[in-house]
């Protein structure tokens, strides 16, 4: 006679969860990783931006704040996009 074991099926059905749970806490990580970053942009757009302006600096030195902060927008965005992907991948 033959007998069907469930243990099996249960054992794998863990494992697929634990696998799950490790793959959900990778994408958390890199979430966080993410807005970190994102978020280090804004600050140092926004310091720079701040220190910029309130010296009185010479027009050279504003063109090249001005500049400056056109490359860290070009660089937020992209960081913006990167969070909003790792979030969409935890949601998932």
Do not use: I, K, N, Y
Not at 7 to 22: G, K, M, P, T, Y
Not at 45 to 59: D, F, I, M, N, Y
Request: net charge negative; charged share 25%; aromatic share 4%.
């Amino acid at each position: 006679m033959f007998r069907f074991s469930l243990q099996r099926v249960l054992d794998l059905r863990e494992r697929q969860q634990r696998d799950a749970a490790a793959a959900l806490a990778s994408a958390q990580d890199a979430a966080d990783a993410a807005h970190r970053a994102e978020d280090a942009m804004l600050s140092a757009r926004a310091e720079l931006a701040s220190s910029g302006a309130a010296t009185g600096a010479p027009v050279g030195a504003l063109r090249t704040t001005a500049f400056l902060l056109a490359r860290l927008d070009e660089q937020v965005q992209p960081a913006g996009a990167a969070a909003d992907a790792a979030d969409a991948a935890v949601s998932d």
